[in-house]
């Protein structure tokens, strides 16, 4: 017993001595830690790219298996199942950008077109107003003082930053290559994953089994599955809110005769794909578009959001799509303010369902320790 103590604490001790090995050679040479852990980022990102690939695949693959003769013994329709569903999955997909890029894509760039047209109107009538009131504010003054363009001018002044950030240090032809050839490497890797889903999960719970004890390997399990859980319901019901909001904002704006319906409709389901504030993000790029033309029928479509949010919130989301999250309201906006500073876009999208993840270990393990 005695000697079995022993090497325990000698096991501990050199792993410990090796941590701190490792650690001071981090802190020590922390730059080029991180040029190294970037450059193996940089070669695995297609990789990773189709992993996540595979897992969104892998939700349309399982319901399209359910459907293609689930109870059949045929080996004809058994052997065809697997590769049915993966070619039907990556058709959906497909059919579902090129809407986005037929219908979506050319009615936002037209709504982007819109607002520069009539952003230099916007930009002199508020000038103008805040000149009007400049007296009562003196800071108000100085800087009206010093900003000497009108609407023209500012939109021009706004078109070369633009200009600057999206061609001064890329190239534009070079990164789109690269994109181009790592999305065809990361379909690739996914199909092989799809195809190769059980034998994979089988090597990797024999290789668990190999080197994790049964009460670690069963917590690891238990995370993921959870994690599971949250990032499937949320991508399910964020797509399945996007598309409704956007199909009831449309009709909303048809009825109630509002300006750019079916330009202002696709781009509010569009960015409802964001949790909680997209709706409004794509309320307030329709606001822009309709103040130009009518500014009593943009606030009127403003009070025709707020209450088609809460309408669509309060009782069709809940009846459609259910708790899919499972994080209160709190969390998730400030989920979305951390992601958003982290890591931008994919940090407001990838930020939810880790929070929803790490909430209900967290609830769990909170309620099993107080009980």
């Avoid at 037929?102 to 109107?121: C, D, K, T």
């Avoid at 606030?299 to 809940?318: A, D, K, R, S, T």
Wanted: charged content about 15%.
């Amino acid at each position: 017993m005695d000697h079995e103590i022993k090497n325990n604490k000698q096991k501990l001790t050199v792993k410990t001595a090796i941590f701190i090995g490792f650690l001071a050679l981090f802190i020590l040479y922390f730059a080029e830690v991180i040029n190294i852990l970037k450059y193996f980022y940089g070669v695995i990102f297609p990789l990773l790219l189709g992993a996540a690939i595979a897992y969104v695949l892998n939700i349309l693959v399982s319901g399209y298996e359910q459907v293609f003769f689930p109870r059949s013994k045929n080996p004809y329709f058994i052997g065809l199942r697997r590769g049915v569903s993966i070619a039907l999955s990556i058709l959906t997909i497909i059919l579902v950008l090129l809407f986005f890029l037929r219908i979506v894509i050319p009615q936002f760039s037209e709504s982007i077109g819109l607002l520069a047209a009539g952003f230099p109107v916007i930009y002199n009538n508020v000038f103008a107003w805040a000149s009007q009131h400049a007296d009562e504010i003196p800071l108000l003054q100085q800087k009206l003082e010093g900003l000497n363009m009108d609407g023209a001018a500012a939109l021009r002044r706004v078109m070369e930053v633009l200009g600057k950030w999206a061609w001064g240090t890329v190239s534009l032809m070079g990164s789109v290559f690269g994109l181009v050839l790592n999305v065809i490497l990361a379909l690739i890797f996914a199909i092989y994953i799809l195809f190769g889903k059980e034998e994979l999960n089988y090597k990797f719970d024999k290789l668990f089994k190999a080197y994790m004890r049964a009460d670690r390997r069963e917590r690891l399990y238990e995370g993921m599955r959870t994690a599971n859980e949250a990032f499937s319901n949320y991508i399910i019901g964020q797509c399945k809110e996007a598309v409704i909001l956007g199909l009831l904002c449309t009709i909303g704006m048809l009825f109630f005769r509002f300006p750019y319906a079916t330009i202002i409709g696709p781009v509010v389901g569009l960015t409802a794909l964001i949790p909680m504030v997209g709706a409004y993000i794509g309320a307030a790029i329709g606001f822009m578009l309709i103040v130009i033309v009518d500014p009593v029928k943009a606030f009127l479509f403003i009070v025709f959001i707020v209450i088609l949010q809460q309408v669509e919130g309060n009782v069709i989301y809940p009846k459609v799509v259910g708790d899919s999250i499972g994080l209160p309201g709190i969390w998730v906006f400030a989920t979305i303010t951390i992601g958003a500073g982290l890591m931008g876009i994919a940090g407001v999208l990838l930020g939810v369902p880790v929070a929803a993840t790490v909430y209900k270990l967290l609830d769990k393990s909170v309620n099993q320790r107080l009980g």
